[in-house]
């Protein structure tokens, strides 16, 4: 069953280079041992492991993640359907990954025009 908690709004992602695993757990709305499972799953999903195995996730790494959050929460897929999705050259995943940064950028445009009005 899905969660109900999961459908709010996800707050934008910053202009950062590497995130830790709680940071992206906050923009993701997912916990830590979630986001470790998923690396398992889904292999295009590899975040940079330094120092004692910290995992530090770039910007598309997020943007991957929010994907994955959205058709196992949202759209009630599967694991093993979802993995499907994103490794496939499906045209349909490639609009949905492109919906998502198009959010991203109207989040943010809307952001610096609010900077700006002040």
Not at 29 to 38: A, S, T
Not at 74 to 79: H, V
Not at 105 to 112: N, Q, S
């Amino acid at each position: 069953m899905l969660d109900q908690g999961n459908n709010r709004e996800l707050p934008p992602i910053p202009t950062k280079r590497y995130f830790t695993i709680g940071e992206v757990s906050d923009l993701c709305d997912v916990k830590p041992h979630v986001l470790r499972y998923w690396e398992s799953e889904f292999p295009a999903l590899q975040p940079v492991k330094r120092r004692g195995n910290r995992r530090y996730y770039q910007r598309n790494d997020v943007i991957m993640i929010r994907q994955i959050r959205s058709l196992l929460y949202e759209q009630g897929y599967t694991i093993s359907g979802a993995r499907q999705i994103l490794e496939g050259d499906d045209a349909r995943s490639d609009a949905q990954r492109s919906q998502q940064i198009i959010r991203q950028v109207i989040v943010e445009l809307e952001e610096v025009l609010d900077i700006l009005r002040r």
